[in-house]
């Protein structure tokens, strides 16, 4: 089957799932600076995809935009029958592929079956895959996953995985012990890499990875055909691509202008917490920084931490575009 995966240049690069951060306005601001190949939704719960009173509030999750594509939805849950059904609904809703979460350690999630707790159960995950399979027809299936659940098994778990034959492979290289406290293990990535182009799988590396150029490097060392950049676009949406030195002022708007997109989509207070998950990161160590800082990071909304900004250049004597200010008055 032929299908988009397989027509990219290699190696090629994805923007990783992350919940609560990889909406349609963190990866359209996201595609202002930088382009990886494919993009991600963070992940939604199939049973709740599956609820119609749910499925208002989690389209917004999974939103997109034309200029996205192609664009991978994700989703995690553990009955196969939902993961039929919700792949026939992605068909429907113009999706360019899935991808089943196999790896999230969130207690929540594994409580329910899902996530990380299938590497416990390799005979229902492949169940899974191949309910998946037939829900999707020709579009392609990917499993992101990790090497294993206590200790790393990458034989046995990603054999499993592979022996149900997604399209895809994406593997996170640390066990779900390890959560994300030890370096990835891009020797075993290697290792799985091997595995899955021995039954015709690609395979993409996820792990530490914080620039274009480490992952070409790491690419090619590993043998995987992709790489996969989660905590590295934090503070630096220019991580798809060549790396340069970008000014402190150019970090601060970049922010400014992701606070500004953000609360225009969103129109809530609620998820306004979710901003100072991206404070830090923006924010070099320079003279006057640390108060910065510290502001930023005790502000109460979205247009006081714009205030705040706006402040900090104007004692640079730099420019703050006056569209910001908008965003200002507005609240
Ligand atoms: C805030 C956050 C949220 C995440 N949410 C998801 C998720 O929804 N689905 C998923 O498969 N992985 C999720 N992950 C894991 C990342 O996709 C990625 O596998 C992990 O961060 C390792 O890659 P990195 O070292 O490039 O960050 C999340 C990670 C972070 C930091």
Not at 77 to 99: I, K, Y
Not at 123 to 139: N, P, V, Y
Not at 238 to 244: E, L, S
Not at 299 to 323: D, N
């Amino acid at each position: 089957m032929n299908h988009f995966w397989q027509q990219l240049k290699k190696p090629f690069f994805v923007l990783a799932p992350m919940a609560d951060v990889t909406d349609i306005v963190f990866r359209n601001f996201v595609l202002r600076y930088s382009r990886p190949d494919v993009l991600y939704t963070e992940f939604v719960a199939c049973k709740m995809l599956l609820a119609p009173k749910n499925r208002k509030l989690l389209m917004r999750y999974l939103q997109y935009s034309p200029s996205e594509r192609p664009i991978v939805a994700q989703l995690f849950g553990s009955e196969p029958d939902d993961f039929f059904a919700c792949a026939r609904l992605l068909r429907e809703w113009g999706f360019d592929g899935m991808d089943i979460n196999m790896g999230c350690p969130n207690r929540r999630v594994e409580r329910r079956g899902a996530g990380a707790h299938l590497m416990r159960d390799p005979q229902r995950a492949q169940a899974i895959i191949q309910a998946a399979k037939e829900g999707l027809g020709d579009l392609p299936l990917a499993v992101k996953t990790r090497l294993g659940y206590h200790v790393i098994e990458t034989e046995s778990w990603i054999g499993a995985v592979l022996a149900a034959k997604p399209d895809v492979l994406v593997v996170h290289g640390r066990t779900r012990q390890e959560m994300s406290e030890v370096p990835a293990h891009w020797d075993e990535i290697a290792v799985a890499a091997t595995m899955a182009h021995d039954v015709g799988v690609l395979c993409v590396g996820n792990g530490d990875v914080d620039s274009r150029e480490q992952g070409e490097e790491y690419a090619q060392r590993f043998g995987v055909d992709g790489i996969m950049i989660g905590r590295g676009v934090f503070g630096n949406p220019w991580v798809f691509a060549t790396q340069a030195e970008r000014s402190e002022s150019e970090k601060l708007l970049a922010l400014a202008r992701f606070i500004t997109q953000f609360t225009g989509f969103w129109q809530t207070a609620k998820r306004e917490g979710l901003l100072k998950k991206h404070f830090n990161a923006y924010i070099e160590d320079s003279p006057g920084s640390k108060t910065l800082r510290m502001e930023l990071m005790t502000t109460a909304s979205a247009a006081a931490a714009l205030e705040t900004l706006a402040r900090y250049f104007h004692q640079h004597g730099w420019i703050f575009p006056e569209i910001f200010y908008e965003r200002i008055m507005s609240a």
